[in-house]
């Protein structure tokens, strides 16, 4: 019960404008996302993905020799922040 009462009604969420947050109710908030998750995303296996950032490090080795060290760990880096840690 003290759980339900001290749940929000209200949110802010950002809007498609730069640095604007719009307010909404928490209900409508989920029915959005939920809908959105349904139209725009597609599940995809988690081996496939693993398989997939495996092949990307790969790559990013083969290339290594024509990348300077900046490049190289600008990649690396985006890389392992995208790193699939079930897989």
């Not at 929000?8 to 996302?33: A, G, H, Q």
């Not at 599940?43 to 900046?70: G, P, V, Y």
Request: hydrophobic share 40%.
């Amino acid at each position: 019960m003290w759980i339900e009462e001290c749940t929000p009604l209200w949110i802010l969420v950002p809007s498609d404008k730069t640095n604007k947050w719009v307010p909404m109710r928490v209900d409508e908030y989920i029915t959005t996302m939920q809908q959105t998750l349904n139209d725009e995303c597609k599940e995809i296996d988690i081996q496939k993905l693993a398989a997939t950032h495996k092949q990307a490090k790969e790559l990013l080795s083969k290339f290594a020799t024509i990348m300077d060290d900046n490049e190289y760990n600008f990649i690396e880096t985006f890389l392992e922040t995208r790193r699939i840690s079930n897989a």
